[in-house]
C-alpha cells in the first residue's frame, strides 16, 4: 500500500511543508514501508473497545480566571520575536 | 580522587562535611567536559560561567548550614527542557536561536534545591529518535566506543552521566528517550508515571506520551532526583495531585516478598540479541537469589504496540509542530514575503528530515478519510495494551524485560531505514501508551564491551518498587562500578 507521491505532495501542503522531487521519493517509499507496518492494527480486534487518549484518568484542570504574574511585552513575549514593530509581532502580508 | 567520578550521594557526603566545596566539584566537571567532549560530542550549551556563579552561592548556603541532597551538585539538561536565558535548541534549525524568557518547572524545582545547571545536552530533533544521530547539531558518541551511538533521544543526557561529564542528568521519554540511551552508555534512567513529574517548559513533542526523568550514575542518584523534581504543579494540567513519597529510602534487605512477572512476548521478540537474553536470564537468577518470586506472565497485545505507538506519536507530533511558524519564536525565512510561503519555507528549512517524515506520517494518519483507520484504530489498540498490564499486575509486582533488544549499534548503522530504528524501542514504548513508570539498569556487557540494560516497569505511581528492585540488583553485581575509558 505504497502512497504515491502526489498524497506526498498533499500530506506536505496541510503541513505547510515544501519538499523537492528527491525527498519526496525518498519519502514516498519509506512512509509507504511504515504505513504497510502499521496495518498490522487492522488484526487486532477492537470491536467494543473504547480508545484511550490520556493513560491516567484525570478530570478537567480549571482554575479562577484570574491575573497571576504580568509579562513584560518587550523584554519577555517579544524577545524571541523574528520580527517585531513596538509591542506588535510583524508577518508578510496576508491580503494581496 | 577524581571528584568528576563521584555520584550524586557520595559528593553531597563530601560536601556535607565540607571536606570539598562545589566549586572546586563544578571546577572537575567543567575541567572533565573541556577534555572529553571532542570525543563525546554531548554538550550544545556549556554554561561554564554561571555554573561557577552558582557554585560559589552553593558554598554560601552550605557554609550558612542550608544543605539539600542536591545543593553545590553540577547537572546536565536535555536541551528540550526551556532554562530561562539559556539557549533551548531541541537540536533543530527552528529553535537554535531560541532563549526561553521562563524556566521549566524541574529547572525552577532543581534550582529551590541548589543545583547547579552545567550545561545542555545533545538529543535527536525534537526527541525523535533512538540514537542522537538526528541531532540537527552534531551526533553525539557512546563513550564506551566513540563509533557507536548512546541511544537516542536522550543521547546526550545519558552519554554526558557515562562520561562524567556532570554528575546526573534530566531527560524525557516518550517511547523509551530515557531508558534506551541509559541501557545503551551503562548508567540508570527512569521514566515516571506520566503526571508523577511537571511537564511545564517542556517542549512537546508526544503529550499524551511524553514524560520528563532523570539519568543517573547509580540507582540512589535516580531516587534523590526524583525526590526534587516530582510532585503536582498547577502549570501542568496533567500534572497529579498525589503526594510524593521518599524514594531515597529504599529498603536494602533483600527481595523477599515480591512477585516478579516475566512476560514471555518479549522472549519471543524477533531482533533480540541472545548476549541481550542472556544478560537478562542472569539478572533474572540475581532477583531470585534475593527472594523474589518470578512468574510466567503474559502481555498479549505487544505486537501492536510499536504500530500504536508510531501513530499515536506521529499524530501528536504533527498537531504540536504546528506551533512552528517563524512568528513569535524561532527561526524565520525572511526571504519571503507571503505569508503561507514564509510558514512553508521557514519549516522545510527549519525541520530536520526524520521531523519532517513524522509531520507528515502524523498529518496523514489525521487526515479526512483516515482518522478512524488510522489514530482511532491506534487509540483502541492502546486500550488493549493497558488491559494488559491491568492483569499482568494483578498478579505480579513488577515486571522485567531487557530494556533494549540489543546492545548500541554502529553510528549510520540504521539512519537510512526508519522501521528498523523504531522497532529498537519495542521493549519501552508500550509504558508510555500504559502511562507506567519503567526504570532501566546496568546488567552486562556484550562481548565487543558495550553495556546493556535490565527494565523493570510498575504500576501507576509504584516508583518506590522499581527502586527497590533496581537498588538490590545493582548492589548485588558491579556492572555499574565500570567506567569507559576515555
Request: with cysteine.
Amino acid at each position: 500500500m505504497k502512497i504515491t507521491k502526489d498524497e506526498v505532495f498533499y500530506v506536505a501542503d496541510l503541513a505547510r511543508l515544501e519538499l523537492d522531487e528527491a525527498s519526496t521519493e525518498k519519502l514516498s517509499e519509506q512512509i509507504g514501508d511504515i504505513l504497510e507496518y502499521i496495518d498490522i492494527l487492522s488484526h487486532a480486534d477492537t470491536r467494543e473497545v473504547k480508545p484511550t487518549s490520556h493513560a491516567i484518568f484525570l478530570t478537567n484542570a480549571f482554575r479562577e480566571d484570574s491575573e497571576t504574574e504580568e509579562s513584560d511585552v518587550d523584554t519577555v513575549l517579544l524577545a524571541n520575536a523574528p520580527e517585531k514593530e513596538e509591542t506588535h509581532f510583524v508577518v508578510p502580508k496576508i491580503i494581496e | 580522587m577524581k571528584l568528576y567520578e563521584l555520584t550524586i550521594h557520595k559528593a553531597h557526603d563530601l560536601l556535607k562535611k565540607r571536606e570539598i566545596s562545589s566549586l572546586e566539584l563544578v571546577q572537575s566537571v567543567i575541567d572533565r567536559i573541556y577534555a572529553v567532549e571532542k570525543k563525546v560530542d554531548a554538550y550544545i550549551t556549556i554554561a561554564s560561567d554561571a555554573a561557577i556563579l552558582h557554585a560559589k552561592s552553593a558554598d554560601k548556603a552550605i557554609s550558612s548550614g542550608n544543605i539539600t541532597p542536591l545543593t553545590g551538585i553540577p547537572l546536565s539538561i536535555k536541551d528540550l527542557i526551556c532554562t530561562k536565558n539559556l539557549r533551548t535548541t531541541c537540536a533543530s534549525g527552528i529553535l537554535d536561536n531560541f532563549v526561553p524568557p521562563y524556566n521549566a518547572t524541574v529547572i525552577t524545582k532543581l534550582k529551590q534545591a541548589g543545583a547547579v545547571i552545567i550545561g545542555k545536552v545533545n538529543m535527536d530533533e525534537f526527541a525523535m529518535g533512538s540514537s542522537t544521530e538526528n541531532s540537527g547539531i552534531k551526533p553525539t558518541r557512546n563513550p564506551w566506543n566513540l563509533e557507536y551511538i548512546p541511544g537516542g533521544s536522550s543521547g546526550g543526557s545519558a552519554a554526558s552521566v557515562a562520561a562524567d561529564m556532570c554528575l546526573g542528568s534530566l531527560g524525557s521519554d516518550t517511547g523509551g528517550s530515557i531508558r534506551q540511551p541509559a541501557s545503551h552508555c551503562g548508567v540508570v534512567g527512569m521514566k515516571p508515571t506520566y503526571g508523577r513529574v511537571s511537564r511545564f517548559g517542556l517542549v512537546a513533542f508526544a503529550s499524551s506520551l511524553d514524560q520528563i526523568g532523570p539519568l543517573s550514575k547509580d540507582v540512589l542518584d535516580c531516587a534523590i532526583l526524583m525526590n526534587i523534581i516530582s510532585g503536582f504543579d498547577k502549570k501542568d494540567s496533567t500534572s497529579v495531585p498525589k503526594a510524593v513519597p521518599d524514594y531515597s529510602a529504599i529498603p536494602s534487605e533483600g527481595l523477599k516478598g515480591i512477585t516478579v512477572g516475566i512476560p514471555k512476548e518479549f522472549n519471543e521478540t524477533k531482533g533480540l540479541d541472545p548476549e541481550v537474553s542472556e544478560a537478562v536470564n542472569n539478572a533474572i537468577k540475581v532477583i531470585e537469589d534475593q527472594g523474589a518470586k518470578c512468574v510466567d506472565v503474559s502481555l498479549p497485545h505487544t505486537k501492536y504496540a510499536v504500530a500504536a505507538y508510531y501513530v499515536i506519536a506521529s499524530s501528536e507530533a504533527s498537531s504540536n509542530l504546528a506551533r512552528y511558524d517563524g512568528v513569535k519564536y524561532g527561526f524565520r525565512d525572511k526571504d519571503k514575503n507571503n505569508l503561507m510561503e514564509m510558514y512553508k519555507s521557514t519549516r522545510s528549512k527549519g525541520f530536520g528530515f526524520e521531523v519532517k517524515r513524522r509531520i507528515l506520517i502524523g498529518t496523514y494518519c489525521l487526515s479526512a478519510g483516515y482518522y478512524d483507520a488510522y489514530y482511532g484504530k491506534a487509540s483502541q489498540v492502546r486500550t488493549l495494551i493497558v488491559e494488559d498490564f491491568n492483569k499482568v499486575f494483578d498478579v505480579c509486582d513488577v515486571i522485567i524485560s531487557p530494556t533494549a533488544p540489543t546492545s548500541a549499534f554502529k553510528i549510520g548503522e540504521k539512519i537510512d531505514d526508519p522501521l528498523t530504528m523504531y522497532l529498537s524501542d519495542i521493549f519501552t514504548l508500550s509504558a508510555n501508551l500504559a502511562g507506567i513508570p519503567g526504570i532501566s539498569v546496568p546488567c552486562g556487557f556484550s562481548s565487543n564491551g558495550l553495556p546493556m540494560g535490565l527494565q523493570i516497569m510498575g504500576k501507576h505511581f509504584d516508583e518506590e518498587k522499581l527502586f527497590n528492585l533496581a537498588y538490590n540488583f545493582e548492589q548485588a553485581t558491579d556492572f555499574h562500578k565500570k567506567k569507559p575509558k576515555l
